[in-house]
């Protein structure tokens, strides 16, 4: 007994060592590393003993989520990702406020649709009708345009063609040209209206009788002094040249038959001479005359 005391009272004399102070386990990188890993895997935390200081614990999910998201970290790439995302949210903002906008109808009531129907369709039958005598307006003014215009187009043909049986128009085409000498004097007013006769009866269309123009009421007289004859008033003398418009096939023929024209002026010591071309001119006008009894005919 004496002997276990010596050295406790020996042990009582000297100074106690120092202990050495361990940092708490959550002042440490390895200490927090070591929660996070407990964390993870279900087990319990730590607990500091009595008498030392509270331990922290271990920060949650939201807190690690707000570290890592904030400040942002962003990349040139998720930059162009954010960019593109926004521009397509806004092509379809404006896409599904334009479909609203079109359709306004959704909400009504089904007495409101009929009616609009109605309306619609009362509107498309009168449109319809309008056109319809629009249509018929216009065919009728291009109908009136094609008659007024054909009208005018046989007037103005039927007015050439009085007017070369008149004497007021200028008459070309087939015919003969007939030349009758007479150098004895011997052809007489009734022998020049026999050959008229006969160019007309064999279908002449248009006659000039050197300058004059034969027209339906030429007439021929003998001259009383000095010989000749006068058609219409003028002195025409020989040769006496009938250019006349017609089918040269019946116009020659006609004049050559036995004991017709040719042959009456060869017996008065005329000579005539017939020349058939494919194109004469007859350019000789005649004035025409004021009707002083005659009118036209109502109908």
Known sequence: MSEEREPRERDAGRPEPEVPVVPETGDTPGARSAAAAREASGEPPVVASAGSEPVEPPADGRTRLRAAVWPPRVSRGQLVVALLLFALGLALAIQVRSTNDHSELRGARQEDLVRILDELDGKQQRLQSERTQLEQSLAQLENSSNQAKEAQEQTRKKAAELGVLAGTEKATGPGIVLTIDDPQGQVKADMLLDTLQELRAAGAEAIQINDVRVVAGTYFTDNSSGGGVQI?????????????????????????????????????????????QQKVLVDALATPKPLQYGKPAAK
Do not use: M, W
């Not at 116009?251 to 050559?256: G, W």
């Open 232 to 276: 219409d008033g003028k002195s025409v003398s020989q040769p006496f040249r009938f250019t006349v418009v017609g089918n040269p096939q019946d116009l020659a023929p006609a004049l050559n038959i036995p004991g017709g024209v040719v042959r009456s002026l060869e017996n008065h010591q005329a000579r005539a001479t017939i020349v058939q």
